[in-house]
Structures are given as C-alpha cells and as structure tokens.
C-alpha cells in the first residue's frame, strides 16, 4: 500500500519505513511542511495515523552563516529536530561525521566476542570459531560501510580494526595479529571495507544497477588505464566530498 504514498518531495521507502529529504538553496523555502501535510493525508486516507513522537528531522548544512528553518509540524505536534538519526541501521550525524555510528558498531560487535569465548571453553574447533567470528562479529563491522567507511578517521580504523584483533587473541591466543591473518589468510578489516567498496562501485558501472545514476559522465579517454578515469572526475573542495564514497572509488579505484 505504501507504494501510492507520494508528497511534492522525494522520499526513500523500506517496508513501513519512509524518509523525506529535499536540497534547500539559501533564501528558497522549504518544502517539507508541505510534504508533511501531504503525509498526514494520505495517511488519513488509508485509514492511519503518523507517530509525530517517533518521526525526526536532520538537518545537514556546513554554511557559514546560520540557517533558519521553521520547525515541521504534524497535526500540531512539532517534530523534533535531532542531531543524529538512524536509517536503516546507519546512525546519520547531522555534520556526516561517524563518530556515533562506529562506537555503536564496536560495542555491539565487542559484545558478540563473549560468544567466542563462550564456544572457545566449551571445546570448539578453530576453524568453527573463525567461521563464528566471520558470521556473527565481523559482519556487523561491516554492514553498510559503503555508506561510511571512506570517511573514517585513523582512529576510527584502528578502533574497528581491534575487533578482529581481540577475535584472533581469544582464537589463536598463541599467535600474533598479522602471524593469525596469515594462518587465517584473513585480510585486515580495512582492507575488506576498501574491497566491498570497490566491489559495489564496479556492479554499479552497468547501465541496470539500481544507484548507476549516482554515477558521473563517462569520459571518451583512453589515455589514462584508471578505472575511474573513464568518468568525468568531480572538483572537489573539501575532503568530505572527496571522500565521500563515490568520489572516493573515482579517485582511488584502479
């Protein structure tokens, strides 16, 4: 049913779940309470009501001067505007910084490591411990790091980084980190991410993939064997935007 729902914005729906964005250009009105009475009357329609305590606005803006917004009411509620929110399982900051969302990622995952440990008292074999770690703790290193991983800090790497060295300690307590990979033939965390990144960046170059438009123009140049000189490549400013995922792949896929 959530197939009809359309408001003058563009909006992202996963099952029941629906979020609104639009680009806001400096002394333009924004549309979003437009779009938020739109919402409530189509849920009306279809015999719902919207939850304005669980519904949220993010604003991202990195302008100099402030920016004034009037607040998005819904039904006379108004919205609450957050600092960060969670889509889909990726905690968004309103400076697109993941500060946030890595401390979240490495509690959970640290807490999965007693699951090792649990299973390395009770008498289970390495390679069914290895295959544990890579099902149940690494995976939640790396859900969505398309979105985020290219714009971690050092810190953040080592951090996330230290989730796979703490599972190799409780698996092969006798050998060191990299003697552990190599046994393992196991990749750093870092390395994975950059592989899933450029993975999802190729699958992306096919004219049928779902993000292909995110895309820049492609280019007619032979000269240059990079991967990512076959698109036009963006001017960048900023290190945000250059490293944002992809930019990121353009510049560095090879």
Not at 137 to 157: H, N
Request: glycine fraction near 4%; charged fraction near 20%; proline fraction near 3%.
């Amino acid at each position: 049913m959530i197939d009809d729902f359309n408001t003058c914005l563009k909006d992202i729906k996963y099952v029941d779940d629906t979020t609104l964005f639009e680009i806001v250009t400096i002394g333009q009105p924004s549309k979003l309470q437009q779009a938020a009475v739109e919402a409530v009357n189509w849920a009306s329609k279809n015999n719902m009501k919207l939850n304005a305590s669980k519904t949220k606005e993010l604003l991202i803006y990195f302008g100099k001067t402030n920016l004034v917004l009037p607040p998005i009411t819904l039904e006379g509620q108004t919205i609450d505007r957050v600092e960060s929110a969670i889509l889909l399982g990726v905690h968004l900051s309103k400076t697109l910084t993941w500060g946030t969302h890595i401390d979240i990622v490495i509690a959970k995952a640290g807490k999965r490591l007693h699951y090792l440990r649990e299973l390395k008292r009770s008498g289970l074999g390495t390679k069914e411990l290895l295959k544990v770690y890579q099902s149940l703790v690494r995976s939640v290193t790396e859900y969505a790091c398309q979105v985020w991983s290219t714009m971690l800090t050092t810190d953040q790497i080592t951090s996330l980084e230290s989730i796979q060295k703490r599972a190799m300690r409780i698996i092969v307590p006798n050998m060191s980190y990299n003697e552990a990979l190599g046994h393992f033939t196991l990749p750093t965390l870092e390395n994975r991410r950059k592989c899933l990144c450029f993975d999802l960046f190729n699958s992306m170059k096919t004219n049928h993939h779902k993000i292909n438009f995110l895309l820049p123009t492609r280019t007619q140049s032979q000269h240059n064997t990079r991967s990512g000189a076959h698109y036009t490549l963006p001017k960048v400013k900023t290190s945000r935007f250059k490293n944002s995922f992809v930019n990121w792949c353009l510049f560095n896929c090879k």
